[in-house]
């Protein structure tokens, strides 16, 4: 795979990953699950 | 007002509403649309749509729903009714509860095959051909198992009609009957608790999949390893970004993968209480999607077919579509992988998990509709959506073209239109300003305020585009055909939207009385 494949795979995987940790973070430090 | 049922706990809600987004599109489509659109260069227009389009739309479902919710309304026509003070306006919420429906009563069939074969695979029931090197292409090699499918759900002999086997009835009436009973145990007693469990469960499976892929080699060529899989989805192809199609393939997969303009969001939305925040919780509920979808869903079942098939023969399957994909390559796969038996269970239950969430979510809108609108209780109004789902599934499992056509007018352009109905009378009818202050109270997160004019402006006009875009390449194809099966779920749609529309009448002159 070239640069590029890698590059978008990385973005791509972390962008969704940091989505999840965003927001569940939010959650579980500031509000806590009710 | 009767009192409404409300969901007992935060993480419910978002394992529930993620339960309703993650689908068999998240496995089968999302890795068949990219490789077919671009590879790593598709996930420009699909982001660039999340934004634009993806997660306006879920604010504005859920700030909808919560809203209907709050008057005693779980579904579109009321909530319609509620936003926009017109006649009209309970007729046009139909849509909210007839697109479900007709969704889910092919899509239960579907998941009911998932059922099946992961008993399958834990079985070893499929067939086993020759090794993989002596066959002279993937389709050909795949023929064995392209037939087992075939035979499976009757489609061997062309024709009108299908004849499945039996036990692919059998798998349909117990899927039918476990999405009742869930249903039977209201939203808090028992959708939220299939949730919390089918959906850590399915990203479990996801998990122990995923490493599997990672760590597979080709049985017939050792230069194929995992890096040549990864590199068939994520190899970037930039030309495709100046092809109109190319944009449409991405914003189309956003709306098929967060569930959007079907109404069961706004249905799930209309038991949180009045002040609880939505923001947040819409926010993670796309986060958990969009994780299945592009990190599991990206790898477990292509990178696979092109270890297995190489690159020549994973093209040839990815263009043969999502079915073949996930009910045809995957079985191959399967019988030719260490633990086969093991890991082919584990991916038809994965895909069960993320079909049978969904067809609880599917299902649920005209529980709601029952329950708020003619004041049934929980039991009788699952009893008769069982008697309607039940007569009015035969017609996918029998009718040969069934399945796409219902498929094209509820699960494709209804959906747009929906949607756009949706944003129209909540920014434009109800009023932007009121529409914003109703997604942003008791919010847990900041919501940028460029969204308000996304949602005013940028979402709406981008819905148009597509819903044009759409009409334009599909609708001539689609309408020349008029075999008798095609005529047949015309007719059947056609009735069912006549009953609809008397049901809400009835229901409304009721309240009146």
């Known amino acids: ?34 | 007002m009767k009192e409404r049922e409300q969901w007992g706990s935060r993480m419910g809600l978002i394992l529930a509403m993620a339960g309703n987004a993650i689908g068999l599109g998240n496995f089968l489509r999302f890795p068949v649309q990219a490789a077919d659109n671009g590879g790593g260069a598709f996930m420009i227009p699909y982001f660039i749509s999340l934004i634009i389009l993806g997660i306006p739309l879920m604010w504005v479902e859920w700030g909808i729903g919560r809203y209907g919710g709050s008057l005693g309304h779980g579904t579109a026509p009321g909530m319609f009714d509620a936003l926009w003070k017109s006649r009209l306006a309970k007729y046009v919420g139909i849509l909210g509860i007839f697109l479900p429906l007709v969704i889910v009563i092919y899509y239960t069939y579907i998941c009911s095959w998932t059922l099946a074969f992961s008993l399958f695979s834990i079985f070893g029931s499929y067939p086993s051909p020759d090794s993989i090197s002596t066959a002279s292409s993937a389709s050909e090699y795949l023929k064995p198992y392209q037939a087992y499918l075939y035979d499976f759900i009757g489609a061997s002999g062309g024709g009108t009609w299908l004849s499945p086997e039996p036990i692919a009835y059998v798998f349909f009436l117990i899927t039918l009957l476990a999405g009742l009973w869930i249903l039977g145990k209201g939203v808090s007693g028992g959708i939220e608790v299939l949730n919390k469990i089918a959906i850590p469960a399915l990203f479990a499976m996801g998990l122990i999949l995923f490493i599997k892929v990672l760590t597979l080699s080709s049985p017939t060529d050792p230069s194929i390893g995992v890096t040549a899989g990864l590199s068939f989805l994520w190899e970037p192809d930039f030309s495709g970004l100046l092809d109109a199609k190319v944009w449409l393939a991405a914003a189309g997969q956003i709306f098929f993968t967060l569930s959007l303009g079907l109404g069961a969001i706004m249905t799930y939305a209309s038991y949180v209480k009045k002040d609880e925040d939505i923001a947040l919780d819409a926010l993670s509920t796309a986060s958990l999607n969009e994780f299945a979808e592009v990190v599991f869903g990206s790898t477990i079942a292509l990178t696979s077919a092109v270890i297995f098939f190489g690159m020549p023969g994973a093209t040839e399957i990815a263009s043969g579509g999502a079915f073949k994909l996930g009910f045809i390559s995957m079985p191959a796969i399967f019988t030719h992988m260490s633990y086969g038996q093991f890991f082919g269970f584990l991916w038809f239950m994965l895909l069960f998990f993320a079909g049978l969430t969904s067809v609880v979510a599917l299902s649920q809108p005209v529980v709601a509709f029952f329950e708020d609108e003619f004041g049934w209780e929980r039991k009788r109004s699952v009893i008769v959506l069982g008697v309607i789902f039940f007569v009015s599934a035969h017609l996918p499992i029998f009718v040969s073209g069934a399945l796409d056509e219902m498929d094209f007018w509820a699960g494709t352009f209804g959906l747009v239109i929906l949607a756009l109905l949706e944003i129209i009378i909540f920014f434009w009818i109800f009023g932007a300003d009121r529409a914003w202050e109703e997604i942003t109270r008791g919010a847990h997160i900041r919501i940028p305020r460029i969204f308000f004019y996304i949602m005013k402006y940028v979402t709406p006009a981008f819905l148009i585009l597509i819903l044009g875009a759409w009409a334009y390449q599909q609708l001539p194809s689609v309408l020349a055909k008029g075999d008798t099966g095609v005529w047949v779920t015309r007719g059947f749609l056609a009735v069912l939207l006549i009953a609809h529309i008397v049901a809400v009448r009835i229901a409304w002159k009721r309240r009146r009385a």
């Open chain 1, 1 to 34: 795979m070239t640069a590029g494949g890698w590059i978008f795979l990385a973005l791509s995987w972390g962008v969704v990953s940091g989505f999840v940790v965003f927001c569940f973070y939010r959650i579980f430090t500031k509000i806590g699950f009710k």
